[in-house]
Nanobody, 120 residues
Framework: QVQVVESGGDSVQAGGSLRLSCEAS????????MGWYRQVPGKKRELVAG???????NYADFAKGRFGISRDAAKNTVALQMNSLKPEDTAVYIC??????????????WGPGTQVTVSV
């Protein structure tokens, strides 16, 4: 089994910063891409940022210039540094990890999410 756990969500004022962390553990042989999505009640889950096994990154337009994604391959962790936060960034941030398990299967594993609330 693979477990994915996020941490770092909090309530901050507009203009502030937060750093989210995500750790994958369990029967992991290797990890391909890792990423962050976010979801607001009543809206579709949307990609925030992703990072490949080679370190290539991609960002949603709203994240460019404000957010930074990084990973530690040795620790199976991925982080999301969020700066200049806006009230519209308020959402549950969810980590996803593309894993090849020790059983030989491959698939995406999702964490439960961590709440980020940005107030004016």
């Amino acid at each position: 089994q693979v477990q994915v756990v996020e941490s770092g969500g909090d309530s901050v004022q507009a203009g502030g910063s937060l750093r989210l962390s995500c750790e994958a553990s369990g029967t992991i042989a290797s990890i391909n891409a890792m990423g962050w999505y976010r979801q607001v009640p009543g809206k579709k889950r949307e990609l925030v940022a992703g990072i490949s096994s080679s370190g290539a990154t991609n960002y949603a337009d709203f994240a460019k210039g404000r957010f930074g994604i990084s990973r530690d391959a040795a620790k199976n962790t991925v982080a999301l540094q969020m700066n200049s936060l806006k009230p519209e960034d308020t959402a549950v941030y969810i980590c996803v990890v593309d894993v090849r398990t020790t059983w030989g299967t491959e698939g995406d594993y999702w964490g439960p999410g961590t709440q980020v609330t940005v107030s004016v």
